[in-house]
Structures are given as structure tokens and as C-alpha cells.
């Protein structure tokens, strides 16, 4: 049952990996 936390982490690393990249462009 621990599988949503692992879902909503992983989402958040997505949206800052997203916000992260355009940064250096």
C-alpha cells in the first residue's frame, strides 16, 4: 500500500527534473 507514496515521489522528481532542465538551457 506504500505504492502511492513511491507514485507521488516519483511524480514530484519528474515536475522538478521538468523545472530543472529548462533552467541551464
Given amino acids: 500500500?506504500?505504492?502511492m507514496i513511491?507514485?507521488?515521489e516519483i511524480?514530484?522528481?519528474k515536475l522538478t527534473k521538468l523545472i530543472l532542465k529548462p533552467?541551464?538551457?
Wanted: hydrophobic share 35%; net charge negative.
Fill in 11 to 13: 511524480e514530484q522528481l
Fill in 6 to 8: 513511491h507514485f507521488h
Fill in 1 to 3: 500500500m506504500n505504492n
Fill in 23 to 25: 533552467l541551464p538551457n
